[in-house]
């Protein structure tokens, strides 16, 4: 009973907080009367797959992020690529994208779509399937407001590269692109904790090895040194050396001891303007979880489309035969309503 209190009570708090994702179009409510059990499926799906690999849990928040960061949260990352071009899934930034996820979200849909019909959109079930994967590996539960529909087209390789950042970046560029979407430096460093679960390959931070990187602990890196010969070794390791599986505040303590695995996370503490923030974390799991919840429900809400605007596609990997094709970017701009 306490505890559904005070779920009421942080959902009016967060509604009142969000109260802009009403004016977006979006809603705490949106299925309860088409979809009742669309979450209920979601999560007890979920934690089917999870308990048989809780790696998927990582891919699934991942994906979300790259849906949101591009053209905003609306499903465009889980096209196919087609006649208008290639999809966003073969452009640098995604190719590191877990294959599975993507089969994931799509049978996701079909087994919310088999109960209450085509009413659930795609980009509603990644952000919802991203919540299930912090709480179900151990992070925080919370509501996000619901109703997005799903893109007609995908972004361009430049659109996607000017979106989602290297991990080579410093502070200052994330901070600067992050602005742009209205994020703070508080924003950043919560958001970065996702990778308080999942894994890396070798390019994405071998260069930091060979030389290595005088930010880095030495003995951290001489591990990381077996683990890629080469900078080029396709071979994968953690992101948070304490607890991988886990989402908890770990990854901020690896960064206060130089044990951060790209150098966009190191450079988080490197930098005065995020370092005090990872220390804050790194010594308090609550406030890092309240952070980061009210940085994920911002993020779910960029650049959403609602109304009817897009489609609730039928299939997450392809457009339905019957939408009509928005003719040009800048048409496909003005539809979409902005953050
Ligand atoms: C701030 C800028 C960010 C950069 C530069 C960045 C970069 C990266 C890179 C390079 C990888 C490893 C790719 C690979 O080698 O396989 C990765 C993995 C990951 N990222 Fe980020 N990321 C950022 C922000 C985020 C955000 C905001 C989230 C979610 C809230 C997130 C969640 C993850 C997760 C969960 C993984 C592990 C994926 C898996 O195991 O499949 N990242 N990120």
Request: charged share 20%; aromatic share 8%; glycine share 8%.
């Amino acid at each position: 009973m306490a505890s559904k209190i005070l779920l009421t009570c942080s959902c009016l708090i967060l509604s009142l907080c969000f109260g802009g994702a009403r004016a977006q179009g979006l809603s705490w409510s949106y299925y309860d009367v088409s979809c009742p059990s669309f979450e209920p499926i979601v999560r007890a799906q979920l934690k089917k797959v999870f308990k048989n690999d809780i790696g998927q849990a990582a891919g699934l928040l991942r994906l979300h992020f790259h849906d949101c960061f591009v053209r905003g949260c609306d499903g465009s990352v889980l096209l196919d690529g087609s006649a208008s071009g290639p999809g966003e899934q073969s452009a640098p930034p995604n190719l590191s994208l877990r294959a599975e996820a993507f089969k994931i979200i799509n049978d996701l849909r079909r087994r919310v779509h088999n109960k209450c019909g085509r009413v659930v959109s795609c980009a509603d079930i990644l952000a919802i399937a991203a919540r299930d994967a912090v709480f179900l590996s151990g992070g925080p539960d919370y509501s996000i407001p619901l109703g997005r529909r799903d893109s007609l087209n995908f972004a361009t390789v430049n659109e996607i590269l000017e979106n989602l950042l290297p991990p080579t970046s410093y502070t200052s560029a994330l901070l600067v692109s992050m602005d742009r979407k209205g994020f703070t430096a508080t924003d950043l460093v919560a958001l970065s904790g996702g990778h308080t679960i999942g894994i890396a390959h070798c390019p994405s931070f071998a260069r930091r090895l060979y030389p290595r990187d005088p930010t880095m602990d030495k003995t951290f890196a001489k591990n990381l040194n077996a683990t890629c010969p080469t900078t080029n070794s396709t071979n994968t390791t953690v992101l948070d050396l304490r607890s991988p599986n886990t989402f908890d505040n770990k990854y901020y303590v690896d960064l206060m001891n130089h044990q951060g695995l790209l150098f966009s996370d190191q450079d988080l503490y490197t930098d005065k303007r995020t370092r005090d923030i990872v220390t804050a974390f790194a010594v308090n799991q609550t406030l890092f979880f309240d952070k980061f919840v009210k940085s994920m429900i911002k993020m779910s809400l960029l650049g959403v489309l609602t109304g009817s605007q897009g489609e609730v596609r039928a299939n997450c990997s392809a457009r339905n035969a019957n939408a009509v094709l928005v003719s040009s970017v800048g048409e496909a701009e003005e539809k979409r309503s902005g953050f």
